[in-house]
């Protein structure tokens, strides 16, 4: 199809974004998006762009580049305690962006917004001049005052994860081929390479965090330099066992392959799991929210009184990772 | 300065962005912004994305392409009679970025929040592949249920617009130095070019709106065509008298230099005027706001029944523009 039979930026937006589009989202026909608050409530708003070859890849589906500009977000939205209400999507499209690669995008997109709760509002699409380039902005809801910060972890508060770590960042690894995924079996590449490109968002537990953690963040630049940021903004410091951090058989079996890789399921990104801090006599009613709603919780660590980064006991030897060991810059 | 000199994104963010952040933004320590709605309102929410070469051209001043970024979403807050309540920012910074760059993007932008009452909440800096990319999210506020809409004009209302129209198209093509500007005076040409380069968004006139509009959106594509799309939206047309469309002396100079320039003002981009339906009735009230908080007003036109384009009348002829004959793709 010729650049100039390409759809007009309406005719586009009435063809794949608006059978997708939520209540508030006027039909994506006005200037701007409306939503009505719950009363008694506080919005939450998070930004997250992705770029393509820095966030993902141009041979990922693009069904799958959309789930994951969402979750991302929707992560950052769950770990604040918040509800999603809606999210907006800007997007520029290089010159090469064909109709099935929309098309499979806004389907992609439409099945993330339903299973995550939260509804597209609105949108810009322009032009891009170099790489595919896409950046949500997520809106969430909290009981007034409840919002869950990143500063107001407790010394003697109990570290704890979800789900499983490194499991992304093996999966991005995998993509080069290296010699320790030899040993992997057909199953457990799928599974890494899966958990690379289908973030998980775990929204069901904002309830539960705004209950019982005294602080939480979602773990997107890695395990060991996320703790770091939020013990760093609370002003405290943390001792972890390292052997407590979930992982995931494959990830286990590589670290007996090549044991270094530990250090990269540490410190690698892309988890999106959640990272909170819980006093003590909160954690029975925390972990009987999280079996409930089938959720996986493990105690990491304690948090402690100091300023220096967080120690990752292992072995008998004690580890401190660089804060910022990912950089996005 | 090297690559592996550059500051990590937490830094900055703590020295760029951090000082001209609003109290929502939480001193942007933490994943997500908050911010707490004004009982019985509803919340508005706008994305406007700008490209490098698309939207701005590299030699523009950093201070100005941040305040174009804020200054089009604050645009589309006032068209649907919002108050601006803050914002948050996507930049996908290209390699070749430098710390006095952001330095000026970050004042003009702080700048820029405070002239329209925006505060920065919090956003997102990522490396670009390609271009400099912006992507800003605008949140503003009206009593629930009061947002203008696009889809709401009414046969028999005046069509309205706010300000000057066409200085910004004519301003762009100056760029060029084409013959027709050797007739404007270097004021005449500064005019246009700060036009194109500097909007100013009628945040102002927005509770006006609310009170006396049918109808409003803001004129970012072509007075021509965003008047063709209002009326659609409204399932109705409009006759718009062409000689009571506001010229600048530069434009009108401009005009009697080449005619066709005429079309440019009419159709061109960039002007963020307000376009706005207005009861008759309601004419007198809806003027004396807008003298009051000083923004001109003019009476361009007629909504009236039916599903043609607008009509452009023109020294007794009539003209209709094509819809979308400026398109972002």
Chains 1, 2 share one sequence.
Request: with cysteine.
């Amino acid at each position: 199809m010729s650049r100039s039979e390409r759809p007009s930026e309406d005719s586009l937006i009435a063809r794949f974004f608006a059978p997708i589009a939520g209540e508030g989202g006027l039909g994506l026909k006005d200037d701007a998006a409306r939503l009505t608050p719950t009363p008694s409530h506080d919005l939450v708003l998070t930004t997250d762009a992705l770029v393509e070859r820095v966030h993902f890849l141009p041979e990922d589906a693009p069904g799958s580049i959309a789930r994951k500009a969402l979750g991302v977000n929707v992560s950052d939205l769950a770990a604040k305690g918040a509800d999603p209400a809606g999210f907006l999507l800007s997007l520029a499209l290089p010159d090469s962006w064909t109709e099935s690669w929309l098309a499979d995008f806004a389907v992609g997109l439409g099945q993330a917004s339903r299973d995550f709760s939260c509804p597209l509002l609105g949108g810009d699409t322009v032009k891009a001049r170099g790489a595919l380039t896409l950046s949500v902005t997520a809106v969430g809801q909290v009981p007034t005052g409840r919002m869950v910060q990143r500063t107001t972890a407790q010394a003697g508060d109990l570290v704890c994860v979800t789900g499983i770590i490194g499991d992304a960042a093996l999966g991005l690894k995998l993509r080069a081929a290296p010699a320790w995924s030899n040993d992997l079996s057909p199953d457990e590449k799928a599974h890494l390479a899966d958990r690379y490109l289908h973030p998980q968002p775990r929204y069901r537990l904002a309830a539960a965090l705004r209950d019982h953690a005294s602080a939480a963040m979602d773990v997107s630049d890695g395990l060991a330099g996320d703790l770091a940021k939020m013990m760093r903004a609370s002003g405290v410091s943390a001792v972890v066992e390292a052997d407590r951090v979930p992982l995931s058989a494959a990830v286990a079996k590589a670290v007996q392959t090549s044991s270094d890789l530990l250090d990269v399921a540490l410190t690698g990104g892309d988890d999106y799991e959640i990272l909170c801090t819980v006093p003590e006599k909160a954690l029975d009613s925390f972990r009987q929210e999280a079996d409930r709603i089938g959720i996986p919780l493990s105690v990491i660590g304690r948090v402690v009184s100091g300023h220096d980064r967080p120690v990752f006991r292992m072995n008998g030897l004690e580890r401190r990772y660089d804060v910022g060991s990912y950089q996005h810059f």
